[in-house]
């Protein structure tokens, strides 16, 4: 059991926003839950770097997985990302998970000239920049047998910089597309599946997701874990007061309309949130064919609510909702 959490701030003052974030990490740790997982989101107010956020986070914290779920790789250097998410992963112990994603990034038209030298149109965003990454993540040595750098004190065989072995073994896809999971399942990466997919065949939300979770246990290699974590917005209610549940209703009848019909060329679907109490929720999950085709979910925290809501949010999840799915916290 895990959470996604988008760590919004106010543009006036984002050190607040950030922190509250942290200590977010940190409740839900004390909750039991096994992950947290952060956005990362550029040019909004959000978390540009996660690689960043993720290395404070760990110094914050002691069990937890911590994980990006996206980074996109468009505007990453291949070389320069993976020393970031290796040094922050040694500093977590190893605690890091990093979700990704391929193709034109956000924002390009506004960001992509800032980013890079020359018309970025004409670049490499696709898959390769991943298996790039991952590569360098693997911690071969640079060179030939015979070269060694010199730095003050040493001389040393040359390669990325801490090394932080099972790293490359745990990166995720966000797929949500055929032909992404077939390169995922392809190229052994783990496999992000939230509450947006491709129409591919079928206006159903549900059937397109089972397909596409089938798709990528038949390509995955024997010799690789076939980790699905599967994404829903889920807003508890329970444990709030009044004025808290009707914002929540709120929130959840402005995003229905967005369901009930496939959207543009690319036939985009979106699975209903889950808001209400405790016992409305284990029925949509119990009732969700693609919930029980996994055994790791992320609860989707809602943009824009404060601290104190998503603490109330996950508290509800931890002691009402997850148990019932047969959830346990780790022992102490």
Known sequence: MSFLTPGNYPDDDPRAGLEDTLRLFEFAER????GAWIRQRHLEHG????A?????AGQRTRRIQLGT???PIGYESPFRLAEDLSLADVLSGGRLQVGLSAGTPPHAELLADLVFDGDWRGFDLSYGRIARLRDNLLGGRLGDADTVIQSPGNGQRPRLQPHAPGLADRLWYGGGSLRSVRWTGENGLNLLSGNIVSGEGTDDFVTAQRTLIREYRRLIGADRPARVALGRVVVPFDSADRATRECYRVYAAARHERTLRPHGERRTLFAPDLVGDAQRILDGLRADAAVGEVTELRV?????FDRRDYEQVLHDVAHTVAPALGWRPPPA
């Open 69 to 71: 779920a996206v980074i």
């Open 47 to 50: 978390v540009s770097s996660a």
């Open 31 to 34: 909750l039991g839950f096994d």
């Open 300 to 304: 989707e925290l809602p943009y824009e």
């Open 52 to 56: 960043v956020f993720l290395a404070a």
